[in-house]
């Protein structure tokens, strides 16, 4: 059975940095894309980014480029997600997602529980 | 980057209904499309994927169609338990934009 546990979310002043971990079981990990889905309380989903089964390319939404860092230990089968200089805006829902398939065109058709990260002073 | 639009942004129909959502492109998607539901305090769902194609286990009464621009995800017969949002995505490349979602309620 697939699984995704999300954690390392929590509160945190804008400016400051946190990382979030995926942990990832019942599947070949290093096979497969991986991705960070956010959403924040009562709005939609908003994908964050990506990264392929090596760890050699990765890709960003334009809200997030730059401060954050997505990759991955397949040694660990688990993903990461490394925000700095947070800010209010980034307060959400942090899902980790795999595809259907080992492609990078992929829809999401595993899901973690997500893990809530709250940027506030 | 391509945009998502979807319509509308909630509804409300009684049981048994026939529901339509549209999902509308920027640019040509091919028929890179997939659909999610959410049930409210739960994590999304994939229904439909490659536009038309059913996820393993999901009623028959779900089906999208569409290709290129204009996408559709109908409910043939509206139950109590489609009560949720549901969103389009589009995968075809990053970033992996969805749509702003649309909240389905029972009248």
């Known amino acids: 059975e697939v699984q995704l546990v999300e954690s390392g979310g929590g509160l945190v002043q804008p400016g400051g940095s946190l990382r979030l971990s995926c942990a990832a079981s019942?599947?070949?990990?290093?096979?497969?894309?991986m991705y960070w889905v956010r959403q924040a309380p009562g709005e939609g989903l908003v994908w964050v980014s990506r990264?392929?089964?090596?760890?050699?390319?990765?890709n960003y939404a334009d809200s997030v480029k730059g401060r954050f860092t997505i990759s991955r230990d397949n040694a660990k089968n688990t993903l990461y997600l490394q925000m700095n200089s947070l800010r209010a805006e980034d307060t959400a829902v942090y899902y980790c997602?795999?595809?259907?398939?080992?492609?990078?065109?992929?829809?999401?058709?595993?899901w973690g529980q997500g893990t809530l990260v709250t940027v506030s002073s | 980057d391509i945009q998502m639009t979807q319509s509308p942004s909630s509804l409300s129909a009684s049981v048994g209904d026939r529901v339509t959502i549209t999902c509308r492109a920027s640019?040509?998607?091919?028929?890179?499309l997939a659909w999610y539901q959410q049930k409210p305090g739960k994590v999304p769902k994939l229904l439909i994927y490659?536009?038309?194609t059913l996820q393993s286990g999901v009623p028959s009464r779900f089906s999208g169609s569409g290709s290129g621009t204009d996408f559709t995800l109908t409910i043939s017969s509206l139950q109590p338990e489609d009560v949720a949002t549901y969103y389009c995505?589009?995968?075809?490349?990053?970033?992996?934009?969805f749509g702003g979602g649309t909240k389905v309620e029972i009248k």
């Open positions: 997602a795999r595809g259907v398939s080992v492609a990078g065109t992929t829809p999401l058709g595993y």
């Open positions: 019942g599947f070949s990990f290093s096979s497969y894309w």
């Open positions: 990264i392929n089964s090596d760890g050699s390319s990765t």
């Open positions: 640019q040509g998607i091919s028929n890179y």
């Open positions: 490659a536009a038309s």
């Open positions: 995505q589009k995968y075809s490349s990053a970033p992996g934009t």
